[in-house]
């Protein structure tokens, strides 16, 4: 009686070596993606859920006078946020009979396109975040990621940093403005750096002729560009920030639209339990004859705070 001619050992190498090729793929630099630093700040845990809160400093000095006391402040924590890890999956069915005949080429198209598609379920999920920036997605005082009316946890101060016209010179420029003159939870201005335009993909053009052209792209004279001579501003876009998603369970539709500046001291994460696993079924124990390759991963998102993000819904206005 004859054994099969591939073995288990064999098959299940194979199959991760198309998996990790797939899921270690790099990035297009001006596409954004769930492993962007710019976009998400990467943060390891090792629990099923992260315990987040909101610190808050004690403001300005004040000035002394001689033998006068040292001026005491008051900093908080305050907000308290739980991040519970998500667990995504799939699993695939693989015949036996593709590595009996050699027929590698379907293998690999099989598990290309599921932890291909796994890969596009990470940027799904992750743009969430700022796909819902106006309503769905909250920050840890309860109000929408982009808020006219922001509250400030040791400040009597309130921060707008939601804009509504569509994205032109000027707007970009008030962005700027206020993203540097946005207050921290103490009422102290931060001065945040811009540091990433982050737009849909069908704004790509846009942006970047704003960002990065020579002379300022929006008028007939000659003036300098300061977006790109003077704040080092990457321009970013992602499909999955337009009108290609659609509204679903857990998902918020698109907007072609929707645009964002964050700074050097956002706080949009990304928390990552475990990166891709994989596993494989013997044939041997399944009644069809047919290999399980299976592969997840557990990781979610959050906005913990306002503070560093800046945007317009880009419901009013033209563009230029």
Known sequence: MANSGVSFRVVRTELDRIANAIWSKADTPDVASVKDELVFHQIPVSLGSQQEQVFAGSGYWDQRGEQQNMPSGESLVNNKVTVVMSEFARQERVSRWFFE???????????????????????????EIYRGATAGTLTSDALSLLNNAHTLINSAATV??????????GVLNTLITRLMEQPGQDGVVRGSVPRCLLVPTIRHKLATELNDSEWSAQTANNAINVYRSKYGIM?????????????????????????????????????????????TVDYKYQVNNDYI????????????????VVGTSGTTGAYA
């Open 293 to 308: 390759y299976k592969a997840y991963y557990r990781e979610n998102y959050s906005a913990i705070d306002f503070l560093g």
């Open 101 to 127: 005949d050699a027929q590698f080429n379907l293998v690999e198209k099989i598990v290309s396109n599921m932890i291909g598609n796994g890969r596009q379920t990470q940027d799904l999920r992750a743009f």
């Open 160 to 169: 707008d940093n939601l804009e509504t016209d569509r994205l032109t010179d």
């Open 235 to 279: 321009v970013k876009h992602s499909p999955f920030l337009g009108s290609a998603i659609s509204a679903g369970t857990g998902i918020s539709a698109g907007s072609n639209d929707l645009c964002f500046l964050l700074g050097d001291t956002h706080e949009v994460n990304r928390y990552l339990r475990e990166d891709l696993k994989t596993d």
